[in-house]
Every structure is written in C-alpha cells, then in structure tokens.
C-alpha cells in the first residue's frame, strides 16, 4: 500500500504543476492582449511571423538541452501562440 500512497502523492504533485501550467497560459494571453491594445493604434501588424519562428526554434533548442522531443515542445507552443491569437480574434 506505501507505493500505492506513492503514487496518489505524486499525483497530486503533478496536479499542481498542471494548475501552475494554466496559470501560465492565462497569463501569457493576458500579456498577449496587452500587446495587442498597444499595436493597434499604432497600426502595427497584429502578428509577427519573424517574431515566433525565432520563438519556436529557441525552444526547440532548450528542448534538446533538456534531452526533451523537440516537436513536441515546438507543438506546444504553436499551440500557446494560437490560444493567444484565437482569444484576440486573430487567425
């Protein structure tokens, strides 16, 4: 039973770390918008396509440091940009 106890601890370790993940995502959008209501009077191009290519394959690169698949992490981010493009109504 002690590993079974093991195990739900450790879940709820992994619990946490997911709460603190969306945090994370709610708050970068929130920037993300913030960046927005700056570029728009400015008439400053809502994306930047230099700007995440550069992104993406800096962690692309932090993920091969950290010995993780560097797709995966590549897709996670291109799925954060789209969360942060889709909440402004950006495509």
């Not at 739900?8 to 995502?25: G, P, V």
């Not at 913030?34 to 800096?58: A, F, M, Q, V």
């Not at 950290?66 to 889709?86: T, Y």
């Amino acid at each position: 039973m002690a590993n079974g106890k093991k195990v739900a601890e450790l879940r709820r370790e992994i619990d946490k770390i997911d709460e603190q993940i969306f945090n994370s995502i709610l708050k970068r959008t929130e920037i993300s918008g913030k960046i927005l209501e700056i570029k728009k009077p400015g008439n400053l191009p809502e994306r930047y396509p230099d700007r995440e290519k550069e992104t993406l394959g800096h962690k692309r690169a932090l993920a091969r440091q950290c010995n993780l698949p560097a797709n995966a992490i590549e897709n996670i981010f291109k799925l954060l940009i789209k969360i942060s493009l889709e909440r402004e109504g950006i495509s």
